[in-house]
């Protein structure tokens, strides 16, 4: 099946400070992307759909100007949390569509920790 | 507004033992469904999925689900657990084109030796 690689799988950041987290489609080009937040033993959320080289699309609830998505090329999607405080912390997972399959397949996730 | 309820939020089952876990959505137009599973820490990986056709949809290590519009269910079954099996399971429902996914709270599976 198509893998999707996450960077990083976990990353520890202190509050205020901004972070990174990629999303790649390895062997197949992504039409569309999603990222989904997850608390502990609860379910995914998901935070914004995005279409290569258009504006994300986000969901009602989610500060867009804190969580940055960029999906500049069909095969890499980028979320980024600016001036993290404590309780953005949480597992964060994308995944990534092919036009005409019926399915996404999702990256193995990134755990962050603002501290 | 699309939903997705998994009534068990636990469930434990003796290895060798039949599985059955619920999921009940809702939703207006013809759903698309997905069952995936979560090992600690991980992604998600996909057991199977439903969009239209036989409603008994056969899926991977051996799950099975079966899709009942008038009850607008999809069970996800397995005959005999492993306890590799041992994860969160999660159901979804693909609310438009994109696939979208609106997901259920989890069932998570123990698995007694």
């Known amino acids: 099946g198509a893998v999707v690689s996450q960077h990083p799988s976990r990353v520890i950041c202190k509050s205020g400070t901004s972070v990174k987290i990629e999303c790649r489609s390895l062997?197949?080009?992504?039409?569309?992307m999603f990222w989904y937040r997850q608390f502990p033993k609860q379910s995914l959320m998901l935070m914004a759909t995005s279409n290569e080289g258009s504006k994300a699309t986000y969901e009602q609830g989610v500060e867009k100007d804190k969580f940055l998505i960029n999906h500049a090329s069909l095969t890499l999607s980028t979320l980024t949390v600016t001036s993290a405080h404590p309780e953005d912390s949480s597992f964060y997972i994308c995944?990534?569509?092919?036009?005409?399959?019926?399915?996404?397949?999702f990256g193995q996730g990134t755990r962050l920790t603002v501290v | 507004a699309q939903s997705v309820t998994q009534p068990d939020i636990h469930i434990t089952v003796s290895e060798g033992a039949s599985l059955e876990l619920r999921c009940n959505y809702s939703?207006?137009?013809?759903?698309?469904l997905f069952w995936y599973v979560q090992s600690p820490g991980q992604g998600l990986q996909l057991l199977l999925k439903y969009f239209s056709g036989d409603t008994l949809v056969q899926g991977i290590k051996g799950f099975e689900a079966e899709f009942k519009r008038s009850q607008s269910s999809f069970n996800l079954r397995k005959p005999s657990v492993h306890w590799s099996d041992a994860a969160e399971y999660f159901c979804a429902v693909g609310v438009d084109s994109s696939y979208k996914l609106i997901f259920g709270s989890g069932t998570r599976l123990l698995v007694r030796p």
């Open positions: 062997d197949f080009q992504a039409t569309t």
């Open positions: 939703y207006g137009a013809t759903p698309y």
């Open positions: 995944s990534a569509r092919v036009r005409g399959l019926g399915e996404a397949f």
